[in-house]
């Protein structure tokens, strides 16, 4: 059925400020303070609850648009508030914001062999300077060019020195902005290693439930490139 009033579908209607607060925060406002944002949030739901504790001591009653665009206020600060808490970049403990000579990361993605190089993403765990260790957080990615490195996989424990990048914005207007896709994965930053850059510490560090699902789409992935025969369905 459909709805003949919006006052019929209020999740609808009161989802929309929400969304639009984090694609604000997404496009305009990726690094906004979290504490401002969290006052703001509290002073706009006291006064929401004041207000509505004295509807009739102040009329709210003839404003009735005054508390309509105050929930969507709300809402809308909720949203911007959630994405900037879901950014990385936006911790303390990201490992970018911490000194240190060298990262323990772990392998958080299949990494991913072409044209001899092999790519995969990778969690920091700690930042190591002077055998101090600090726990960190925050993704990057990683690109190895060595031979050996096809051995890696999933969950693996790596000592690489912290020699990482920001990701380069687009050198042309027309080119395909990978600098803001990868920040849309919380990747902000790269690293390139050669052979003898990096350590294993440790293998199969990550969860098992993933590393089982991995190693099972890789198994029906060789049956489908064995029973079929075109290179355009197996990509599919």
Known sequence: MIARHKGEVPFAILLIPFIVGIAFGLNFARSA???????????????????????????????????GTL???????????????????????????????????????????????????AEAEENLSNREKVPSSGNLLITVKDSAAKNLYYGDELLIPANYQPVAPPANPAEFNYKKYLANQNIYYQCFLRHGKYELVQKNAGTALVAFSLRLRQRLVERFKQHMHSPEAVAV
């Not at 509290?42 to 509807?55: D, E, Q, R």
């Open 71 to 121: 929930m969507h206020l709300i809402l809308f600060i909720a949203g911007w508030l959630a994405l900037t808490g879901y950014i990385d970049l936006n911790k303390k403990d990201h490992y970018s914001k911490i000194p240190a000579n060298d990262l323990l990361v772990r392998i958080s993605t299949e990494p991913q062999l072409k044209n001899g190089l092999l790519r995969f993403t």
């Open 33 to 67: 303070n979290m504490l401002l944002l969290f006052i703001l949030l509290v002073v706009l739901i006291a006064a929401f609850l004041l207000l509505n504790i004295n509807y009739n001591r102040f009329h709210i009653y003839k404003r009735r648009w005054f508390g």
